[in-house]
């Protein structure tokens, strides 16, 4: 639980501070890199960790994972630019690439499915505490304090989760000697790089049939496919193409790639809208923000009683209808901002979601052996990684291409809110791909896993 809130207060704390942010350090245009570069070193080290952690154990990796988020947030703290700050992000990154899937997989080597259904709402407790405290304190840091005060205070949590876990936590590991996949490694984190560089970057800093674009996309699309033909011949290939080879897991790794990205896109686009439009006071729009991950604990907890009983598919194909109410609302009401309204729709927006990744989620976990689930569970949530970073990277494009079209230098309200709109209508087709590949999980009762 410690654990998870140091990424959980992250996924909000900065969005509400960014509007503060871009004014003391400038490169409003980079502002998306801020996310999408922790995403992407975070989607690209989660198959390593994940590996690791099925060969020399979850303990060591977790507190690799909470050194680096450390030392990630002492450096953004310091940052004197833009540029500067980005680089420390990716360290976060880095560092949250060991946090949250290894709390994930601690939580499954120690319940089983049935037990899981409660400790969820323990679990889920975390993220509606960090719901509030992390827009809330993003809002008074950056209104009242500086903005650098979102990443010091998560000097003291990293300290005590460390320590925590040292005492407490415990495991016996077989121990054998093992071959580390460097070459795959390596290139999975090249290619993701460059395609995610490509999709930021088009229509911005190059246009899209430019031959950066295209030698970006083309070079990163041909690093992926040897990446594949790497993974076919290593001994401990660092992500096993039969992750994605299994109906149930590669359903659910598409869920997850959609959750990913429409979270990203609300959590990020959110508060820049309100402020942008409405003048809102950062705090204010934390709280806005805030309903988003309220709404998601609260269904998380209560899915183990709907799956138990209807089936994973069937649970997960619930939460996405009513994502897809909660931001198809978001959209329509675009062009007439109100806290009220951004508020209540982030609100049901959670409320699915928690019914779609968890059930998702356990579904993946719960279907193989402990020496599998650390690779099970990192790549469902280095699915939603990749969601979140190749999102954002989409979303800021789309966005980008209206400010730049506006030719008025910094957006004026107007702008914002057409940019913002295009965003929450991306957002629902987002949704709706999601719904198609959650229909395609297969109908597996959750009393036939373990």
Same mark, same amino acid.
């Given at each position: 639980?410690?654990?998870?809130?140091?990424?959980?207060?992250?996924?909000?704390?900065?969005?509400?501070?960014?509007?503060?942010?871009?004014?003391?350090?400038?490169?409003?245009?980079?502002?998306?890199?801020?996310?999408?570069?922790?995403?992407?070193?975070?989607?690209?080290?989660?198959?390593?960790?994940?590996?690791?952690?099925?060969?020399?154990?979850?303990?060591?990796?977790?507190?690799?994972?909470?050194?680096?988020?450390?030392?990630?947030?002492?450096?953004?703290?310091?940052?004197?630019?833009?540029?500067?700050?980005?680089?420390?992000?990716?360290?976060?990154?880095?560092?949250?690439?060991?946090?949250?899937?290894?709390?994930?997989?601690?939580?499954?080597?120690?319940?089983?499915?049935?037990?899981?259904?409660?400790?969820?709402?323990?679990?889920?407790?975390?993220?509606?505490?960090?719901?509030?405290?992390?827009?809330?304190?993003?809002?008074?840091?950056?209104?009242?304090?500086?903005?650098?005060?979102?990443?010091?205070?998560?000097?003291?949590?990293?300290?005590?989760?460390?320590?925590?876990?040292?005492?407490?936590?415990?495991?016996?590991?077989?121990?054998?000697?093992?071959?580390?996949?460097?070459?795959?490694?390596?290139?999975?984190?090249?290619?993701?790089?460059?395609?995610?560089?490509?999709?930021?970057?088009?229509?911005?800093?190059?246009?899209?049939?430019?031959?950066?674009?295209?030698?970006?996309?083309?070079?990163?699309?041909?690093?992926?496919?040897?990446?594949?033909?790497?993974?076919?011949?290593?001994?401990?290939?660092?992500?096993?193409?039969?992750?994605?080879?299994?109906?149930?897991?590669?359903?659910?790794?598409?869920?997850?790639?959609?959750?990913?990205?429409?979270?990203?896109?609300?959590?990020?686009?959110?508060?820049?809208?309100?402020?942008?439009?409405?003048?809102?006071?950062?705090?204010?729009?934390?709280?806005?923000?805030?309903?988003?991950?309220?709404?998601?604990?609260?269904?998380?907890?209560?899915?183990?009683?709907?799956?138990?009983?209807?089936?994973?598919?069937?649970?997960?194909?619930?939460?996405? &209808?009513?994502?897809?109410? *909660?931001? %198809? /609302?978001? =959209?329509? #009401?675009? +062009?007439?901002?109100?806290? $009220?309204?951004? !508020? @209540?729709?982030?609100?049901?927006?959670?409320?699915?979601?928690?019914?779609?990744?968890?059930?998702?989620?356990?579904?993946?976990?719960?279907?193989?052996?402990?020496?599998?689930?650390?690779?099970?569970?990192?790549?469902?949530?280095?699915?939603?990684?990749?969601?979140?970073?190749? &999102?954002?990277?989409?979303? *800021?494009? %789309? /966005?980008? =291409?209206? #400010?730049? +079209?506006?030719?008025?230098? $910094?957006?004026? !309200? @107007?702008?914002?809110?057409?940019?913002?709109?295009?965003?929450?209508?991306?957002?629902?087709?987002?949704?709706?791909?999601?719904?198609?590949?959650?229909?395609?999980?297969?109908?597996?009762?959750?009393?036939?896993?373990?």
């Amino acid at each position: 639980m410690m654990t998870t809130g140091l990424v959980a207060i992250d996924a909000t704390i900065l969005a509400t501070a960014v509007p503060t942010i871009v004014k003391d350090l400038g490169g409003f245009a980079q502002f998306p890199w801020l996310f999408s570069i922790y995403l992407l070193a975070q989607a690209v080290s989660v198959p390593v960790y994940a590996k690791l952690a099925d060969t020399v154990g979850r303990k060591p990796i977790v507190l690799i994972g909470i050194a680096l988020f450390l030392l990630g947030s002492v450096l953004c703290g310091l940052a004197w630019s833009m540029p500067a700050l980005i680089v420390f992000r990716a360290i976060q990154g880095l560092g949250a690439g060991a946090v949250q899937p290894m709390a994930v997989t601690i939580a499954g080597d120690i319940y089983t499915v049935v037990e899981r259904a409660k400790v969820q709402g323990y679990l889920a407790s975390v993220w509606a505490i960090s719901s509030v405290v992390g827009p809330t304190l993003g809002g008074v840091f950056s209104q009242f304090l500086s903005w650098r005060w979102i990443f010091f205070v998560n000097i003291p949590l990293c300290v005590i989760a460390a320590w925590m876990l040292l005492r407490q936590f415990h495991e016996t590991v077989e121990p054998r000697r093992h071959q580390v996949d460097y070459l795959g490694a390596g290139l999975l984190t090249v290619s993701l790089s460059l395609l995610i560089i490509a999709v930021l970057e088009g229509g911005q800093a190059w246009a899209w049939n430019s031959p950066q674009s295209i030698g970006s996309f083309g070079l990163g699309a041909l690093l992926l496919a040897l990446f594949v033909l790497a993974e076919r011949g290593a001994a401990e290939p660092v992500l096993p193409l039969w992750v994605f080879s299994r109906h149930l897991l590669l359903s659910t790794a598409l869920v997850s790639i959609g959750v990913g990205a429409i979270l990203i896109g609300l959590t990020s686009f959110v508060p820049t809208y309100l402020e942008g439009a409405l003048g809102t006071a950062p705090l204010t729009a934390g709280l806005a923000l805030a309903a988003l991950t309220i709404g998601w604990p609260i269904s998380a907890s209560l899915s183990g009683r709907l799956y138990l009983r209807i089936g994973f598919r069937n649970t997960a194909l619930i939460g996405i &209808g009513i994502v897809l109410l *909660g931001v %198809v /609302a978001l =959209a329509l #009401f675009a +062009a007439t901002p109100s806290v $009220a309204i951004v !508020a @209540a729709s982030c609100f049901v927006t959670g409320l699915g979601l928690g019914l779609v990744a968890t059930p998702s989620l356990i579904a993946a976990q719960s279907s193989v052996d402990w020496n599998e689930r650390g690779v099970v569970t990192g790549a469902n949530l280095f699915s939603r990684s990749i969601g979140s970073a190749v &999102g954002v990277a989409i979303f *800021g494009a %789309v /966005a980008n =291409a209206i #400010f730049s +079209a506006s030719g008025r230098g $910094a957006p004026d !309200a @107007a702008t914002v809110v057409a940019a913002s709109g295009a965003v929450f209508a991306a957002v629902t087709v987002t949704a709706a791909l999601t719904m198609i590949a959650a229909i395609s999980m297969p109908r597996t009762p959750a009393h036939r896993v373990q």
